[in-house]
């Protein structure tokens, strides 16, 4: 089971954009899901995060201005981010909870993390 993110890139400061992270493999089903992010020199901290049935949880700095959302069928994670800050830049991560069924039919769980995507905001 691997994730796939993508959507990063530059914006200016007021601007959106739409990050993507995808699950991908075969015998797994996918739990909660979320993003993080991480600037230079800072720790990576908590975005937002969503469970399987949809509620939705953000960190105090981005609510009402991003969102999560998922598709369950896709396996998919989407971060819609407006009114974007210099502030907001950082490599964004999405993180992923999956049971995965060996060869033996065993249950085994985790947590994958994408390859994470750059959000520059400029001012």
């Known amino acids: 089971v691997q994730l796939q993110a993508s959507g990063g890139g530059l914006v200016q400061a007021g601007g959106s954009l739409r990050l993507s992270c995808a699950a991908s493999?075969?015998?797994?089903?996918?739990?909660?899901m979320g993003w993080h992010r991480q600037a230079p020199g800072k720790q990576r901290e908590l975005v937002a995060t969503?469970?399987?049935?949809?509620?939705?949880n953000y960190a105090d700095s981005v609510k009402g201005r991003f969102t999560i959302s998922r598709d369950n069928a896709k396996n998919t994670v989407y971060l819609q981010m407006n009114s974007l800050k210099p502030e907001d830049t950082a490599v964004y991560y999405c993180?992923?909870?999956?049971?995965?069924?060996?060869?033996?039919?065993?249950?085994?769980?985790?947590?994958?993390w994408g390859q994470g995507t750059q959000v520059t905001v400029s001012s």
């Open positions: 493999g075969s015998r797994f089903s996918i739990n909660g």
């Open positions: 993180e992923a909870d999956y049971i995965y069924y060996n060869s033996r039919d065993e249950p085994v769980v985790g947590r994958l």
């Open positions: 969503i469970s399987s049935a949809g509620v939705p």
